[in-house]
């Protein structure tokens, strides 16, 4: 069984950056809260209000 990747959109150049982190068992997937887009290297966060997930959003703690 292969484990599927999820992307969603970077808000800035909207390449698609991964939204979970692989760990050592190659079949377990971690979510990511926090991230850098590799096409522009905005800093990124996940956009999460109660349950929803909205994807990711710049991170504005950082500056940028």
């Given at each position: 069984?292969?484990?599927?990747?999820?992307?969603?959109?970077?808000?800035?150049?909207g390449g698609l950056v991964?939204?979970?982190?692989?760990?050592?068992?190659?079949?377990?997937?971690?979510?990511?809260?926090?991230?850098?887009?590799?096409?522009?290297?905005?800093?990124l966060v996940r956009a999460?209000?109660?349950?929803?997930?909205?994807?990711?959003?710049?991170?504005?703690?950082?500056?940028?």
């Open positions: 069984m292969t484990s599927a990747v999820h992307e969603s959109r970077c808000p800035r150049c991964s939204v979970t982190l692989a760990t050592s068992e190659t079949s377990d997937q971690l979510a990511a809260d926090h991230s850098g887009c590799p096409h522009c290297g905005v800093p999460i209000e109660g349950h929803a997930d909205g994807g990711w959003r710049v991170d504005e703690r950082t500056g940028a």
